[in-house]
């Protein structure tokens, strides 16, 4: 089973391309639609990896972000930012707030999930059905 990704995103369209596109990968995904909610499934299912928006309903990225990061259940889970590359001032601050990547929208496909291949590994990328056994594993 691969990684769980959890999204974080109140604009309906851009929740259901990601989750469409990950779920197609055979990612396992969930989908909050406020911030709040966000924490809630962060806490509930401790996913291999979170995606936030920023500006969300209820509670902003942001703070989403600052909880989730200082608390010791979830600290460690990777939060990936995804907002607009307008909005400049986002970066500095998601990165304050503790987010490990900061990602523009609009998104370029292709290249976030490259990006998710690299974070989880081959290991993780190939337990669907792919042949392992031509790998040599260095001890
Ligand atoms: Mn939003």
């Known amino acids: 089973m691969k990684p769980t990704i959890l999204i974080v995103e109140d604009d309906p369209q851009n929740r259901k391309l990601l989750s469409e596109l990950l779920a197609i990968k055979g990612y396992p995904v969930l989908e909050a639609v406020d911030g709040s909610q966000g924490v809630d499934l962060a806490f509930e299912h401790r996913p291999?990896?979170?995606?936030?928006?920023?500006?969300?309903?209820?509670?902003?990225?942001f703070e989403?972000?600052?909880?989730l990061k200082n608390d010791m259940r979830t600290r460690e889970?990777?939060?990936?930012?995804?907002?607009?590359?307008?909005?400049?001032?986002?970066?500095?601050r998601s990165r304050f707030c503790g987010c490990d990547e900061y990602i523009?929208?609009?998104?370029?496909?292709?290249?976030?999930?490259?990006?998710?291949?690299?974070?989880?590994?081959?290991?993780?990328?190939?337990?669907?059905?792919?042949?392992?056994?031509d790998v040599e594993v260095p001890q």
């Not at 989403?64 to 909880?67: E, G, Q, V, Y």
């Not at 690299?118 to 392992?132: H, S, V």
């Open 64 to 67: 989403a972000l600052r909880i």
């Open 77 to 92: 889970i990777p939060i990936w930012v995804l907002t607009a590359s307008a909005m400049r001032d986002d970066a500095a």
């Open 104 to 133: 523009t929208k609009p998104l370029d496909l292709p290249d976030l999930l490259s990006r998710i291949q690299r974070l989880f590994g081959p290991a993780a990328e190939e337990q669907d059905g792919a042949a392992r056994s």
């Open 48 to 61: 291999g990896l979170i995606l936030m928006d920023i500006q969300l309903p209820k509670m902003d990225g």
